[in-house]
Every structure is written in structure tokens, then in C-alpha cells.
């Protein structure tokens, strides 16, 4: 199930820059944390980078200095400078929400956005 919506993904030159986006139309519900994977033909799912419930940014080593994760009210963002062909990958966000506070927290998913970089 996607609940939700991603844009941002393309074909890029090794160097280039894209910015990824990811909204959820529909929750209200309080959200905990926010985050982006990616997964390589071949490869395990990833995590790329993430806001945690202490709001501050964290960002794996390979992408460090080159990803920048924020967000607003209702979209995440993923920028990505530099980027370099080993970053090619489908690029999948989530969030981390908990409806009451009787609920667990639940996780939704976005529907992925593929990120091609040519060399």
C-alpha cells in the first residue's frame, strides 16, 4: 500500500543535482520521523538519510556532505548535489506516525521514484 506521493526522480550526469519530494495528502496524525531509502538493482534497501523525533538531520556516510534531507508541515525533501553513479537507485520515503496515543507507531511508504546517474 502507498500512502505516500513522491516526485523529483530523472536521468542526470554524474555532477548534477536533483531534488526529491514526498508528501502525504491525507494524515493528520502526529508524525514521529521522516526518512528516505534507496535500493540498487541487486542490493538491499538502504537507509539514505532521516529526521528523527529529536528533529535533527542524520545522513549515512556515502552521502554525507552531498544530501541534504528537510522537510515542511506536509512534504519531506531530499536534495542531492554532487551526484555520483554509484547514486543510482529507486529512492523510497517514509513516515513514522502515531495516531493517538494509545497506537503504535506505523510506518507508511511512498510509492519509490527512480534516480538514474550517468557517467
Known amino acids: 500500500q502507498v500512502d505516500l506521493v513522491e516526485s523529483g526522480g530523472g536521468l542526470v550526469q554524474a555532477g548534477g543535482s536533483l531534488r526529491l519530494s514526498c508528501t502525504n495528502p491525507?494524515?493528520?496524525?502526529?508524525?514521529?520521523?521522516v526518512g528516505w531509502y534507496r535500493q540498487a538493482p541487486g542490493n538491499e534497501r538502504e537507509l539514505v538519510a532521516n529526521?528523527?523525533?529529536?528533529?535533527t538531520p542524520m545522513s549515512v556516510d556515502s552521502v554525507k556532505g552531498r544530501f541534504t534531507i528537510s522537510r515542511d508541515r506536509r512534504t519531506v525533501y531530499l536534495q542531492m548535489n554532487s551526484l555520483k553513479s554509484e547514486d543510482t537507485a529507486v529512492y523510497y520515503c517514509?513516515?513514522?506516525?502515531?495516531?493517538?496515543?494509545?497506537?503504535?507507531?506505523?510506518?507508511?511508504w511512498g510509492q519509490g521514484t527512480q534516480v538514474t546517474v550517468s557517467s
Open positions: 517514509y513516515e513514522d506516525i502515531k495516531p493517538s496515543i494509545e497506537s503504535p507507531i506505523i510506518r507508511l
Open positions: 491525507r494524515n493528520t496524525a502526529s508524525i514521529v520521523a
Open positions: 529526521i528523527g523525533s529529536g528533529g
